[in-house]
């Protein structure tokens, strides 16, 4: 790690590489008056909206939208089974288990159409109370247990015994974007009207504690975050569902289920803050955190170590090197193609387009968890077995 002062804020950096465009967000971040303590930007990161993605934002008295991340509370869920790999038959993977998967979880960005699992939303909440989450009532049932479009995927996985893992990477849906969005909107209108001389970029515009317009994001944000837990749950239960169908004596371990995208009321440095993580894991001691690498390279299920100079927190995945168009317009699909089927990979690239989620457009995993050995301890490394990509 390297401290950094840029504008009289410390930032402390696990990466001795960031691109030039996420370097500007950063300093932007240093300019805000409600900055606590330090900035924190995890190994992972990469340019994003108005802050960037693997950036951990302590905040005194304000919350900042796009500093939560464009799809509130996605995250990251993961299952052990009892059974090896090497004891499915093919046959069984490919047809029952995969097909299986696909014919039961919605993929992509479609509106789905029919209602999925009442019991799996979230509970607890005083909806009346919360606008957007209200107006989309309908659409929850019908998006709860969906998988999204991109970089969503599902995966199944071995770990250096041979045991097979369930791995799946989603968010809130089209709900978190509305939400984020509407209350960005907002933001942007108070700061403009009472503000604007704070921040650096109107991408941050932030809303003021005590104000009515935090505690109505505060609400609906939580719920996103719920939403997305309830989310990746019902999608593991159906996949066990499906495992178990194919293979009746198989068990699973509980599961771990957490996010990459939220804000949250935290004590650090002997003060209550508002840590936002915009793509980046709880790593408190003892904590388990969940960092995937890219289709076709290493996963890891981590331990956190505590550390406070990242407020608790760690990477939360590989990151991204390439954007999209860079990707799909540098990256050799047949070669990519040749790697995983030499891997002996079950994925789904099939064409120049799917280059933008092919490995080459991310970071070196490896190096990612090499730089943040002082924030947790790898517990399991995985390997892909088989690729389901919103
Ligand atoms: P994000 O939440 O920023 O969209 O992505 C999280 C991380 O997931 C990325 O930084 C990348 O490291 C990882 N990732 C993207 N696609 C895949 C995939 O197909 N398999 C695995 N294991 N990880 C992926
Ligand atoms: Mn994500
Ligand atoms: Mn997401």
Not at 81 to 105: C, F, S, Y
Not at 263 to 276: F, N, T
């Given at each position: 790690?390297?401290?950094?002062?840029?504008?009289?804020?410390?930032?402390?950096?696990?990466?001795?590489?960031?691109?030039?465009?996420?370097?500007?967000?950063?300093?932007?971040?240093?300019?805000?008056?409600?900055?606590?303590?330090?900035?924190?930007?995890?190994?992972?990161?990469?340019?994003?909206?108005?802050?960037?993605?693997?950036?951990?934002?302590?905040?005194?008295?304000?919350?900042?939208?796009?500093?939560?991340?464009?799809?509130?509370?996605?995250?990251?869920?993961?299952?052990?089974?009892?059974?090896?790999?090497?004891?499915?038959?093919?046959?069984?993977?490919?047809?029952?288990i995969?097909?299986?998967?696909?014919?039961?979880?919605?993929?992509?960005?479609?509106?789905?159409?029919?209602?999925?699992?009442?019991?799996?939303?979230?509970?607890?909440?005083?909806?009346?109370?919360?606008?957007?989450?209200?107006?989309?009532?309908e659409?929850?049932?019908?998006?709860?247990?969906?998988?999204?479009?991109?970089?969503?995927?599902?995966?199944?996985?071995?770990?250096?015994?041979?045991?097979?893992?369930?791995?799946?990477?989603?968010?809130?849906?089209?709900?978190?974007?509305?939400?984020?969005?509407?209350?960005?909107?907002?933001?942007?209108?108070?700061?403009?009207?009472?503000?604007?001389?704070?921040s650096?970029?109107?991408?941050?515009?932030?809303?003021?504690?005590?104000?009515?317009?935090?505690?109505?994001?505060?609400?609906?944000?939580?719920?996103?975050?719920?939403?997305?837990?309830?989310?990746?749950?019902?999608?593991?239960?159906?996949?066990?569902?499906?495992?178990?169908?194919?293979?009746?004596?198989?068990?699973?371990?509980?599961?771990?289920n957490i996010?990459?995208?939220?804000?949250?009321?935290?004590?650090h440095?002997?003060?209550?803050?508002?840590?936002?993580?915009k793509?980046?894991?709880?790593?408190?001691?003892?904590?388990?955190?969940?960092?995937?690498?890219?289709?076709?390279?290493?996963?890891?299920?981590?331990?956190?170590?505590?550390?406070?100079?990242?407020?608790c927190?760690?990477?939360?995945?590989?990151?991204?090197?390439?954007?999209?168009?860079?990707?799909?317009?540098?990256?050799?699909?047949?070669?990519?193609?040749?790697r995983?089927?030499?891997?002996?990979?079950?994925?789904?690239?099939?064409?120049?387009?799917?280059?933008?989620?092919?490995?080459?457009?991310?970071?070196?995993i490896?190096?990612?968890?090499?730089?943040?050995?002082?924030?947790?301890?790898?517990?399991?490394?995985?390997?892909?077995?088989a690729?389901?990509?919103?």
């Amino acid at each position: 790690m390297e401290v950094k002062m840029i504008n009289n804020c410390p930032v402390k950096i696990w990466t001795d590489y960031v691109e030039k465009s996420a370097m500007r967000q950063i300093e932007n971040l240093t300019t805000l008056p409600f900055l606590f303590h330090h900035l924190a930007i995890m190994p992972d990161v990469h340019t994003g909206m108005g802050m960037p993605i693997g950036g951990v934002l302590a905040c005194k008295d304000a919350v900042i939208p796009n500093a939560v991340g464009v799809d509130i509370g996605c995250g990251m869920c993961a299952v052990k089974t009892n059974w090896k790999v090497a004891d499915i038959p093919t046959d069984v993977l490919r047809k029952q288990i995969m097909r299986g998967i696909r014919k039961r979880i919605p993929l992509g960005m479609d509106h789905h159409k029919e209602a999925q699992d009442e019991k799996y939303l979230p509970t607890g909440h005083d909806i009346d109370k919360m606008e957007i989450v209200k107006r989309r009532q309908e659409y929850i049932t019908k998006e709860v247990g969906t998988l999204g479009g991109g970089n969503h995927f599902i995966e199944l996985q071995k770990d250096e015994t041979g045991t097979l893992w369930i791995m799946i990477h989603s968010g809130s849906r089209n709900l978190g974007k509305l939400v984020g969005d509407y209350y960005n909107e907002k933001a942007k209108k108070l700061n403009e009207r009472w503000y604007s001389v704070v921040s650096p970029d109107i991408r941050l515009s932030f809303l003021p504690l005590r104000t009515d317009e935090f505690n109505a994001y505060w609400q609906e944000m939580k719920y996103c975050v719920d939403f997305a837990l309830c989310n990746r749950k019902l999608m593991m239960k159906r996949i066990e569902e499906v495992i178990k169908d194919a293979i009746p004596e198989i068990g699973f371990e509980p599961m771990i289920n957490i996010a990459h995208n939220y804000a949250a009321w935290e004590r650090h440095y002997g003060q209550d803050v508002i840590v936002h993580r915009k793509g980046a894991t709880l790593a408190r001691e003892g904590v388990i955190g969940i960092i995937p690498g890219s289709q076709g390279t290493a996963s890891y299920i981590v331990e956190g170590l505590g550390n406070p100079e990242s407020f608790c927190s760690c990477s939360h995945g590989a990151g991204r090197t390439l954007s999209r168009t860079a990707a799909i317009r540098d990256l050799n699909l047949k070669e990519e193609v040749e790697r995983l089927d030499a891997l002996g990979i079950i994925h789904a690239i099939r064409n120049q387009n799917d280059m933008q989620e092919a490995s080459g457009a991310y970071k070196d995993i490896e190096t990612v968890i090499a730089n943040e050995a002082d924030l947790v301890k790898v517990k399991t490394r995985l390997l892909p077995v088989a690729v389901i990509k919103g």
